[in-house]
């Protein structure tokens, strides 16, 4: 996987002839979350070792290079599988408009069906699609679809793989693709309705052929402590972490943070921050929703508002605190800033789900709008999809009790007896 990641790294770079091969990227979604980022990689490399052709296969993910650091999962299963992000492809390191102008483009998607509206003018270059969602493409004969609802892409990229080329398959590939589809089914556990049997029956055979495998409960747990990881990121990066944006008469942001408000609060400089970000993006007022856990497992929530604009701050909280349906049960808490209003939220089933339609239903009648109207939600980063605590799902109760200590034996066993499992801690 090395030297053929490698070797796309330098094809990009070398991309600099008009007439020279073509590229065939695959291509996952916007959100660029592990099974997305997992089923580009394992696919191109699948097409890498199967296919003779004259263009050059490629996994390119959808995001900016300077994102990653955003998806602490994804950062942190590449490294437990020894792969450095530096070998990576990004969205803003290819071109893609400038290939299929010169015709030298084809697309394989994986993880979604349709393309974006940004990436309309692409459709003419998609040749396969492989995907896990509802079916929203329009039939072609040019254009194979594999479209399944199972739990994870990468359920459907290991059945290829699996059937057509068995002898790809060595541990570091099976670790990426077992930890995808681990993650998506949650943790494998039929009381969160994600798994499917065909999820069942391709994990099995993983661990089957990889005996070496982390158990699955320790290897969830890890994914998800990593998926919820601030350390390291900036004020801004914690904020762009997982965000949404309403806009009506007022430009409303809804930030997810994974650290007690108190911690957050305390902050050197946090003012001036929230500021210079509101600035930046053009925000009227910020919200920002924590989820952390007691230690008995048990989530707790705490909501806060930023504003400069006191009024603007005082109407939104003043609602917030009002709304039944569903009521958030705030208790203010002291703030140590006089911009940011502070809240316990007794409702911890009120994730960041339930929260949007009550801002929407706040901006509708500042505007004067009776019903559902025209107010637009927007990502400034498209958000890392959770599928667990911010948009609410059977982890909305808490993480399963399992040991980590497990994940990280198993991780030493393989790292001693194969060095390319090696990672750097820092």
Not at 40 to 45: I, K, N, P, S, V
Not at 92 to 107: F, V
Not at 116 to 128: I, K, M, N, R, T
Not at 164 to 174: G, N, R, V
Request: net charge negative; glycine share 4%.
């Amino acid at each position: 996987m090395e030297e053929f990641l490698s070797g796309c790294r330098q094809a990009v770079k070398g991309n600099v002839d008009r007439q020279g091969p073509g590229f065939h990227v695959v291509l996952g979604n916007e959100a660029c979350d592990l099974d997305s980022m997992v089923s580009a990689l394992a696919f191109a490399y699948f097409l890498f070792k199967t296919t003779h052709s004259e263009m050059l296969v490629l996994p390119l993910l959808n995001i900016r290079q300077s994102e990653l650091v955003l998806r602490s999962d994804n950062v942190f299963l590449l490294r437990q599988a020894g792969l450095s992000p530096d070998l990576l492809v990004f969205r803003d390191q290819l071109d893609l408009r400038a290939l299929w102008r010169a015709g030298r483009l084809r697309l394989t998607l994986v993880d979604h069906n349709v393309l974006p509206s940004s990436d309309s003018d692409l459709e003419g270059a998609v040749v396969e699609v492989i995907d896990h969602h509802l079916l929203e493409r329009q039939p072609s004969p040019s254009c194979p679809v594999t479209v399944e609802m199972v739990g994870s892409c990468a359920t459907l990229v290991t059945e290829r793989i699996i059937h057509k080329a068995p002898q790809i398959l060595d541990q570091q590939l099976a670790q990426m693709l077992y930890a995808s589809v681990v993650l998506d089914c949650v943790n494998m556990a039929p009381a969160a309705g994600k798994m499917t049997p065909k999820d069942s029956q391709y994990a099995a055979a993983l661990e089957t052929r990889f005996p070496a495998l982390p158990p699955r409960g320790a290897l969830f747990q890890a994914l998800q402590n990593a998926k919820f990881d601030v350390s390291g990121l900036n004020t801004e990066q914690m904020l762009l972490k997982d965000m949404k944006a309403v806009s009506g008469s007022l430009n409303l942001a809804i930030s997810v943070l994974y650290i007690t408000l108190e911690n957050f609060l305390q902050k050197e400089d946090l003012e001036a921050e929230l500021s210079a970000f509101c600035q930046k993006f053009g925000f009227d007022l910020l919200l920002l929703m924590t989820i952390f856990f007691s230690d008995s497992k048990e989530p707790i929530r705490e909501l806060a508002a930023f504003s400069h604009s006191s009024t603007c701050r005082d109407q939104v909280c003043q609602y917030l605190e009002k709304f039944r349906n569903p009521s958030l049960n705030l208790c203010p808490i002291s703030s140590p800033h006089p911009h940011i209003s502070a809240y316990r939220q007794g409702n911890t089933l009120a994730s960041r789900k339930k929260l949007l339609p009550i801002v929407r239903d706040f901006l509708r009648e500042q505007d004067g709008i009776g019903g559902p109207g025209d107010l637009e939600d927007e990502s400034v980063v498209p958000p890392t999809p959770m599928n667990s605590l911010v948009e609410g799902c059977p982890l909305d109760e808490g993480f399963p009790q399992i040991s980590a200590q497990d994940l990280e034996d198993k991780f030493s066993k393989m790292n001693a007896s194969d060095p390319r499992l090696t990672s750097d801690p820092d």
